[in-house]
């Protein structure tokens, strides 16, 4: 089964992703506080000031760098799956559209005693149009370093869809790991062809992905278990774990009887 263009996964890095740095001296005083991806591609930003000021990087020129990166949720020795490079357009939107995404933004971080128009004074919105885009996603062979990697198509990344699961993946992968550990460590065991150890490090829709140790050998340090077809949703994903468990495992590593 094939897996996902660099396109798509250029886009799944960008909408799961734990880190997102803005780089350069334009924004050097800037950290990033959230982000959402927009369905036309282009990246809004939680912004604020290190400095106590309100971000001004709306009239940046030439193109702000943001590094985004992308991390599993699960423990290892190396826990980074991409990391995603964008040069991008930076625009400011309007006051009430800007002030509609802070409020949404606060309202599931407020702290007791700290109004609304208090926690939000030296935030900000940034809205980035992607002009460029470079990925480099790693099987552990190397750590990706700035942004830099192989140079992505630009319509190619703007009319690619995430993963389906990438917004659900992380919260999954923490249920499969505490849940299912036995079944875990045996089907690791029949990607990596090999008694030894291996841990979940992704899940999307063309199946599993599990990481073994560098200690281990040189080489690619991923290796990918398929489901026996594309899932979409969640509940599908689900469903094909399980078809996927009772296929390579004995009763006795399920826990239960086929």
């Known amino acids: 089964m094939s897996g996902n263009t660099a396109a798509e996964l250029a886009r799944t890095t960008v909408t799961r992703a734990g880190s997102v740095r803005l780089v350069g001296p334009a924004t050097a005083r800037t950290v990033v506080l959230d982000h959402a991806v927009r369905p036309d591609g282009s990246l809004e930003l939680v912004v604020a000031a290190t400095d106590g000021a309100v971000p001004e990087v709306g009239s940046a020129d030439p193109p702000v760098a943001v590094v985004v990166t992308d991390v599993s949720p699960v423990p290892s020795p190396d826990r980074v799956r991409a990391e995603v490079g964008l040069w991008a357009r ?3 939107p309007d006051d009430h559209a800007g002030r509609r995404v802070l409020e949404s933004w606060a309202r599931h971080r407020l ?3 700290v109004g609304t128009s208090e926690l939000l004074r030296d935030m900000g919105v940034l809205r980035l149009t992607p002009v460029a885009v470079r990925l480099a996603a790693t099987c552990g062979c190397f750590a990706p370093v700035g942004g830099q990697g192989e140079p992505v198509d630009l319509a190619d990344y703007l009319a690619a869809r ?3 699961l990438s917004l659900v993946e992380h ?14 460590s045996a089907l690791g065991r029949v990607a990596a062809d090999s008694d030894r150890p291996v841990v979940l490090h992704a899940v999307d829709r ?3 992905v599990f990481r073994r140790d560098p200690s281990t050998g040189p ?3 991923d290796v990918r278990l398929d489901f026996d077809r594309r899932v979409e949703c969640l509940c599908a994903a689900t469903e094909a774990w399980s078809r996927l468990a009772r296929r390579w495992l004995a009763p006795e590593d399920t826990g239960h009887e086929r």
Request: aromatic residues 4%; negative net charge; charged residues 15%.
């Open 219 to 221: 080489g690619c340090l």
């Open 111 to 113: 702290v007791e005693g």
């Open 206 to 208: 063309q199946g599993m």
């Open 90 to 92: 930076p625009s400011v």
């Open 162 to 164: 995430p993963d389906p």
């Open 171 to 184: 919260e999954w992968l923490g249920h499969l790991v505490a849940s299912h550990t036995a079944e875990l």
